[in-house]
Structure formats: C-alpha cells, structure tokens
C-alpha cells in the first residue's frame, strides 16, 4: 500500500529526529559538562519543537485521514501502525502549541522551584507552581478529550488502553491485599539483618559488568555508565545504554539498578531491528517496560536461586560478606519495611506509595481535590496504607521529581509492570519446565527467548491489554502477584 | 536594523543544529558502542540534509541579497556577520544537491576502500575510487567559482581569502629554507637520546590533566577524554571537549596531544559568548585554530621555559624519568629527523608534508596531473624535500584519510597555523616583557588574555589576512618562524 509506505518514510525521519534528541538527553545527564546546561536545553528545545512539527506532518496531504477512512481494508500489522500513529499525532494535534510551549516553560521553572522547595522541606514553596502546573493539565486532558474520567486522558500517554475504571478496580484489590500483608509482616516480629561494610566501587562495577553481561546485554551494541539517577536509553536496538549510581556503602543499591535498567535494555536491544522507525519496533508501553526492569530485579534477583549462581562471585569481590550465608543475603534483600520515600521501597510496600499517587493525581485532575489539600492528604495515606506518619515535606509530598514536569499519569506505571511481571513470570514458569535451573545456573539464554517471543518481538502490534491476554491467557490480575508475594515471604517472615 | 535580527534568528537555530550534530560526532568518536554506527550515519545525515535546507533559507525572502545590496550602510560587526554568511551561503547554493550527495555517497564508500588499501599497502585499489572523488571536487570548484585557479575555491572553505597565489609565494620560501635547514641538522651528526619507558596510562592522565588544567582549560566548561584520533570539539564555549591517546611505551605522544587539543579548546572556550549563534561568535579559519594548538604544542610546550615548571612534575610521577636531565629530555622532545608519517613528524619537518601534498592536490584540481601520477609524484617529492624513499604505500601516498573524504584545501591550513603561531609569539614576547618568566612559572593567565584580546573576542570579524596584519602589524611572513627555527636549533644541533 502507497501510503503505509509514505507514512513509514516519515515515522522513520521523525525516529531519528527523536533518536538525536535521546542522545542529547543521555549526554546531558552523564557527559556533559555544568556549564553546558543552558545552550543544552535551547539544542533539545529545537528539536522537541521540530518533533512537534514533524508529528503534525504526518497527516500531510491528508495522509492519515486517508489510512484511518481505510482501516478496515489494512493487514494486522499496518493497522497497529496507524492505530498508534494516529493516537499520538491526535493527542498532539489536540493540545495547542500555546499550551505546550507554557508547560514546557511552567516545567522548567517548577523543576527549580521543587529542587529549592525540597531542600528547605517547605511545600508552601512549591505550591503555587504547582497550582498552575495541574490547572494546565486538565486544560490538557480537555483538549485532548475522554470518556469517563480526564485523568484518563493523561494516563492513555503512558498506557494507552488503561482507564481510571480499569486501576480502580485493580487497585482497590491491591491494598486489600497489601495492607493486611503487611501487618502481618510487621506482626512477625522478624528482624532481618541487613548488609553492611565498604564496598570498593571499583569492585561493584566489575560484578554489575559480569551480571549484566550474564543477563545478555550486548556491551557491542550498549554502554553501561554511572549517573545521578540510573535510567535506560535506546535510540535503536543497536545502541542501548544503562547508568546505574554507585555508593561504597551501598552495595544493593548499585546491583539492583544494575539489573533493573538491564531490564529495561534487554527489551529495547531485542526489539524487532526490521521493524524499527515504526510502532511495531517501538516498546509497548512504560507499564510493560517497567514489567521488564522489574521482572529481572524483583523477580529473578529477588529469588534465591537467581543468587545461587552469582552470591559466590559477590563474595569473592568482597571480603566484608564472608560470614554471610547465601540465606541471609538472601533474606537481606528481601527486607519488607514501610518506609518514606518510594524509590527505597521493597517489592511489596513499593505499589502503596504509587496508589497514593496514583488516588491524589486523579482527584487533583477531576478537580475533586485541590493542590492545596494535597500535603495533608499526602500524609493521612501514608498513615493509612504504610502506617508511618511522615515527618517532613522531603520525606513527603516532595520527594519526586515528577510532577514538577507535569508527568501526571505516569506513576500508576510501575504498579501495572510490577503486576505484568508477576503475572507473566507465572506462565513462564509453566511453560518453561526447567526454569528454576536455568536461574540457578544462569543461564539465561531461553529466558531472554521467551521474552523475544512472547513480548519484545511485538512492538506496539497489540495493546497493554491484548497482549497481557495473549501471553499469559487472562486479563491482568493482580492475584499472580498476591500467589507470588504470599509462596515467597511465608518462609522469610514465617507468615 | 530589522533585517540583521532576522538573519541573527536563522543563524543561531542554524548553530543549534550544527551542535546537535557535533554532539553526535562527538558521541560518535569517544562513546558510541561499535554496532551503533550505521543508525548513527542515517541520525547525521538527516541533519546535515537539514543544516543543508537550513543554509539556503537564510536568503528566504531574499534576506540576504538585500543585506548584501545594503552592505555600505552596515556598521562593521553587520558586514562582517552579512560577509561570513552571504560567503557560506553562496558556496552551499551554487553546489548542486546532487553533488552533495554523489560525494557523500563517494566518501563513506571511499573510506572503507581507502582503509583496506592502506591495510594491504596498495595504491591501486584506492585509485578508481579517488579518480571518481577528485573528478567530482573539479565540478564543485566550478561550481564554486574563482577567479585564478579552481583550487582556490576549495581553498576557501578551509581558509577563506587564502589563494594558490598566497600559498605558492609562501610556501616556495618555507621550502627554500627547510630543505638545506634540515640538511644542516642532518650534517651535524648530532644523535639525541629519544625518552624511552613504561609510563602507566593512569599517571599519564593525571598529569595531562594537571597541565590543560594549568593552561586554563576550564573543566566545568568541558570535558577531557581519549580516543583513537585525538580531537576537540566544542559545541558552545560552555562545553568543549579534548580527547587524546594513550601508549603506555608513549608518553610525548598523550601529553603532546593533550597540549596540541587544549590549545584548540582555549580558542573554544574563550570565543565571545554574548556574540554565540554568528560568525562574530566562531573561530575564525582552520589556519588560525591550528595556529592556537600548535602555539601551545610546538611553541610554549617545544621550548625549555615550558619544562622549567613541568618536568619537576614529570619526573614525580614516572620512576623511568630519574636520570634524564630537564636539557635531555628538551632535545628529546625537539628531535628534528625526517620520517614518513605527517602526523609523527617534528615541527621542522613537518611543513614540507604539507607542502607535497599541497602541490599534489593543485596539480589535481588544476588537472596538470592525474591520479595515476599521484603515487610516483608523492614518492619522488619525499625523496626531494625529505630525502626518503617511501618503502610501502601505506608509508606513503595511503597514510592519510583526507583525500577520501575529498577534503582537498585542507592540508594548507596546518602549514598555515604552523607559520601564523611563530608570528604571533614574535609580537606576544616584545609585549609580554616578563614573558619567559611566565612561561617557567606556568603563569598562563597573562598569555590567554593576551590571546583572548587579540585573537578568541575577535571570532570572524576580520579576515584572517587582516587579522595577522592586525596582530603583528605584518602580513604573513615565514621570516618569522626561519628566526624561531634558527635561533631554537642553533642550540640543540649545534649548527
């Protein structure tokens, strides 16, 4: 078909339009010089603008109208092009370029007004920006339009398919089963020893190597740094590169990043190379990306037969674990503990602190809440669902990052990977008979075939929701997650 | 005036993207995992197709024919801004995009054929490729336009205002007093001891960092790195990067490299910031940067002064260093021998590299020879200025990667940098009058300021002609670097 080639030739020059602006990302956050921040942001400024042309020319001469009055007619693959085409240049023809340009700037000065705000622990500073921030956003949301609630609107950018009906229901499921959980853990009274000592950096990033090598990311085709905060970036399944952040007194920290952003790597390196510059070579969505960073890190390097393979190297790089048994590592690192800040929480506390998020963001933008309420709210939940009464704003409402970038919609993310991943490393298991060993003995390599098959092979050919189905044969259900939790934490906290 | 406004406007989104793209390269050379070069290549040549696009709309709606029209009326920084653009404009118009894009299809086709030929030291393979390049340069130096010889129009792009006429009268003189120079050296029978060791790569890093450091290389500002060919780039004042090479049996090779780069990126960083986005703000030739790192390379860091303060330092980091004096290693490191690699030889034998390949390079576009000739013209011209015979191609005639890449034009402009430096320090010492003090002292700063007033602040206001005149109150003479050859090797050769 003509025009699915003409509108492929344009995914392509806007992918490498995108591909460069990833590269100027990734220099800015690992490379590049102090100084260099403001020209930066005028050469990324450029480009996002560019993008934002480039999108709106992909209806040129009418050519998606064309494609959409057309669709029927269209083979599988083609449809899931336009399909995912047309969602994005519809949600950016939608929001006017005035609009776009004010939260570009309202961002930037909020990303300084929240930086100042947390180091001084006052919200009251943050406040007012922040105001505006999310009355943007519901002029967002309205602009772009929806069926039930506007917060659904923001959310189809990060999981396209995923509806406030759909987390509602999952989630209220996930704190019936959480909270009581949890109790019950802290009812225990086990406490676990954690790991201490100095752990040379040089050490950790020579074992982080070996791990991720194992795990079966291509160093020819990736790179593996240090950064502030660690995240993955691929322009193309030929150029990856993870970060993680190293502390001499942290050894978990900088393995556990290590292997979650190698995750998240593996699924780019194996996106489908042919298809690359079209949807059907792009990743699914965040929540399935972070199903993979979490399916290795929680999953696997949470077990005990994952570090039956790699606890002895660990402990011939460092003296400090001599005396700790592959069970104590184990059970280390598998502490559950409420605590504050989200991104230091445990695989099972973790999902509270984004359906606190998660319930906030969504009354905020179906204005049933006000920016004002939001500190008090804030700290109620956290009361609530982790039982800890939060003690400062840092330690609080302003811990995070993202809604100073007006990434509203973004959290509920990681709870839905943190479920794919438990719901299809439950069908792995079935369907891979010798998986326990494979983990044991590191091998990987059917593993990383399995997820080719089932997952990275895809692109954006199905949704969330669709290919949830397709792999594991049931809808997402958080009871994989609630089977996994309770068959692993009955032997470490006795429950 | 409402029209240099607009131009300035175009310029600088015109500079954003040529920073995107030297970010790339840059990521490119130092960063990029090995599988990521073909998606690269389609990454920079979809902006260079656009810096392309991005030139010719600078004359949209005929903005610059009639700043050109009204060039009388300008103050002098607007000449200077309508001249550097309208020059660049022009050569980019009236080269057909079709030939653009024949020579860089030439080119990445003619890289990989020249690299096998140098590896298997033959000529021949390289020849039809190279006959199809110097052809296709021909047509581009029509197309350009000139006014004596077609090479003058290449020229122009490395070294504008430069002609064959300049560089004949020049160069014929630099000959005459190379050729029975370096014969005097040769007769004096004197055998300099060469610096001979193990030098770990890590002290070697610290120490070229200690030194660009003390050159005034501002580190926040820039990064320093290595790579395979030592470089620098600078994106913008407030980020430029140096990279060098490392041999642990090499040490004058990292630290010359090193000094060689940061003399490049001093330029860089000190260009008039407030003037970024125009010609005003951009170094102002290929001739005068190579002037600033060969300055710090072959002038300050060639002279004993230098060694004063730095070889103490030396000697502290590498045990192998304890039994030469400060006198042996400055002759070791002023070894005049002729050799068959440009990029290995000394500062006295060097311009007749240059020389040969200039004179083969007009002789080429002005079709006095042909490539068929080349091989046994380059070997015959060594034997003359040189006195070698060149053993194998790859000695020889392959050694370069200039010429596939069709950069004819320039090679001049190291010969060029070679002479303007030695006038330029000329004019420094009788201003500086502390000057060898504070060289032994490594006192720079009064050297960059020196530098920055009369060179960096300046960016394209004057032509280079004009400004050495301005500098030095001379147009270029090579007088001055017979003077500084002469009164330096009196001493080391005894001659």
Redesign the interface.
């Known amino acids: 078909m003509k025009e699915i080639k003409k509108l492929e030739k344009k995914l392509m ?1 806007l992918t ?2 995108e ?2 602006m990833a ?2 990302g990734w ?1 800015e956050q690992v ?6 921040t ?3 942001a ?2 990324s400024g ?2 996002s603008g560019l993008i934002h042309k480039k999108i709106l020319e992909l209806n040129e001469d009418n050519l998606l109208d064309k494609l959409v009055a057309d669709f029927s007619k269209l083979d599988q693959n083609d449809k899931a092009i336009v399909r995912e085409t047309f969602r994005v240049y519809k949600r950016t023809k939608n929001i006017p370029q005035k609009l776009v340009e004010r939260l570009a700037e309202m961002s930037s000065k909020a990303f300084l007004i929240w930086r100042k705000a947390r180091e001084h622990s006052k919200f009251e500073e943050f406040e007012p920006i922040l105001t505006e921030i999310v009355d943007l956003k519901i002029e967002e949301a309205e602009m772009i339009g929806y069926e039930e609630s506007p917060y659904d609107a923001l959310l189809d950018d990060y999981e396209q398919g995923i509806t406030t009906l759909d987390l509602d229901e999952i989630f209220t499921s996930l704190k019936n089963f959480l909270i009581p959980f949890i109790k019950k853990i802290k009812q225990s009274n086990i406490q676990i020893e954690k790991i201490k000592g100095t752990f040379p950096i040089n050490q950790q990033k020579a074992f982080n190597e070996m791990v991720v090598k194992k795990m079966g990311f ?6 593996f740094d240090s950064s502030v905060h660690p995240f993955t970036t691929g ?2 399944p ?2 990856v590169r993870i970060t993680t952040r190293y502390d001499e007194k942290d050894l978990l920290q900088s393995i556990m990043s290590s292997i979650h952003e190698a995750g998240h790597a593996l699924y780019d390196q194996n996106l489908p190379a042919k298809k ?1 510059g079209t949807p059907l070579g792009e990743s699914l969505s965040f929540g399935f990306h972070e199903s993979q960073s979490l399916f290795w890190e929680r999953r696997l390097a949470g077990s005990k037969n994952f570090w039956e393979y790699f606890y002895p190297e660990l402990k011939k790089k460092f003296n400090c674990l001599e005396k700790v048994s592959l069970n104590d590592f184990y059970k280390a690192i598998n502490i559950v503990e409420p605590s504050f800040i989200r991104t230091d929480a445990d695989e099972i506390t973790y999902s509270l602190h984004i359906i606190l998020r998660y319930e906030l963001e969504k009354d905020l933008i179906e204005q049933k809440i006000r920016v004002s309420d939001l500190k008090k709210k804030w700290n109620e939940k956290m009361e609530e669902y982790l039982g800890l009464k939060v003690p400062t704003d840092t330690q609080g409402i302003l811990q995070d990052v993202h809604w100073s970038s007006g990434s509203f919609g973004y959290f509920p993310a990681y709870a839905l990977g943190n479920l794919y991943s438990a719901q299809i490393l439950s069908t792995m298991k079935k369907e891979l008979k010798n998986f326990d060993k494979l983990i044991a003995t590191a091998n990987f390599k059917p593993i990383l075939i399995w997820l080719k098959d089932h997952i990275y092979s895809y692109g954006k050919l199905y949704t969330p929701k669709e290919l949830i189905k397709k792999i594991t044969g049931d809808k997402l259900n958080p009871q994989f997650f609630f089977d996994y939790a309770e068959e692993k934490y009955k032997d470490i906290y006795n429950i």
Do not use: H, V, W
């Not at 490379?31 to 260099?36: F, H, K, R, S």
């Open positions: 020059e490498q339009i591909s460069t590269i100027l220099d490379m590049m010089p102090i100084n260099g403001a020209y930066r005028k050469c450029y480009l291509d160093f020819k085709s990736g790179r322009f193309n030929k150029d690359f």
